[in-house]
């Protein structure tokens, strides 16, 4: 049966107006995603005025497509450059709550295990939503960036990052996983010394390496040793962030010691390595290749 033009005009119409809708409707889809605490958020619509409460965490967040929507982050985000020019709002230990609250933002992302608990309590109290990141192992990066990418709309770039950085951990972890093992002692810090335990990512990257982290069983994450300790272990190397330039690598303790004739030295860059981002892919890389030189 022949549609009379009239009516081909309304259908036409209300088509439009469905599908006009329908665009409404997904621009503004609520977005559902449970932290690291497994609390749920609910944002109802993706965020467009993102708060950053750590370094990696902003660094993430433009990773994941979002940099765009963020305005304003915490002390020492530097990377990338965009984030440098932001509004600073405090750090882990204090936070300008008058300031975050003035900016009106529709998300707060925090350290869950880096940020103290207290100022975490005042975000929540003071209403705004927040998504707390408890970073775990060299996995969450990718987890992370793709939990980014739904909160902000920003899905597919996000999956990409996310995919690209879990490619090349597959590709290094095939590429040694046949080398030679060495016993290696991270030191983290040199004053006081402080080591990794077997649970932190850089004790993942260094087994992704082909290495066992000596201090691997102690129980806290980041513990404090003495030399003493370090010696017992006899490691094949001990590893540690560079310095810049004229400033002391933090090694000479480990210089001249006999008992630790053999030991190789080595540093590699603590920015891409010891930030829980997704350029931890390059610092892991480049700890593989330094250890590589040892066997």
């Not at 932290?35 to 902003?58: E, Y």
């Not at 690598?249 to 010691?257: A, T, Y």
């Not at 630790?260 to 590699?268: F, M, N, R």
Request: aromatic share 4%; net charge positive.
């Amino acid at each position: 049966m022949a549609v009379p033009a009239g009516l081909k005009g309304i259908v036409r119409a209300a088509a439009a107006l469905l599908l006009g809708g329908g665009l409404v409707l997904a621009v503004h889809a609520e977005v559902r995603v449970v932290d690291d605490a497994g609390d749920t958020l609910v944002l109802p619509a993706p965020a467009r005025r993102i708060v950053s409460i750590a370094p990696h965490l902003t660094e993430l967040l433009f990773a994941a497509g979002a940099g765009d929507r963020v305005v304003a982050v915490s002390e020492w985000s530097d990377h990338p450059a965009a984030a440098k020019a932001l509004p600073r709002i405090g750090d882990a230990v204090r936070l300008d709550l008058e300031r975050i609250v003035a900016l009106r933002p529709d998300l707060v992302v925090v350290w869950a295990n880096g940020s103290a608990p207290p100022q975490l309590a005042r975000l929540r109290a003071a209403g705004l939503p927040v998504f707390a990141s408890a970073g775990r192992d060299l996995a969450h990066i990718a987890t992370t960036l793709r939990s980014f990418g739904r909160l902000a709309g920003t899905e597919a770039a996000a999956e990409a990052r996310a995919a690209a950085f879990e490619a090349e951990l597959a590709a290094l972890r095939a590429t040694y996983a046949g080398r030679r093992p060495l016993r290696v002692a991270y030191q983290i810090w040199s004053e006081p010394l402080m080591t990794v335990n077997g649970q932190h990512p850089i004790s993942e990257a260094l087994a992704l390496c082909g290495a066992r982290n000596v201090f691997a069983d102690l129980p806290q994450p980041v513990p404090q040793v003495d030399a003493e300790a370090v010696v017992a272990a006899r490691p094949d190397a001990i590893v540690t962030g560079r310095l810049p330039a004229g400033r002391p690598d933090g090694l000479d303790r480990w210089r001249g010691l006999r008992t630790l004739q053999g030991t190789a030295l080595l540093t590699v860059n603590p920015d891409t390595l010891h930030r829980a981002t997704d350029r931890m892919a390059a610092g892991v890389r480049e700890l593989c290749e330094v250890l590589d030189r040892v066997r």
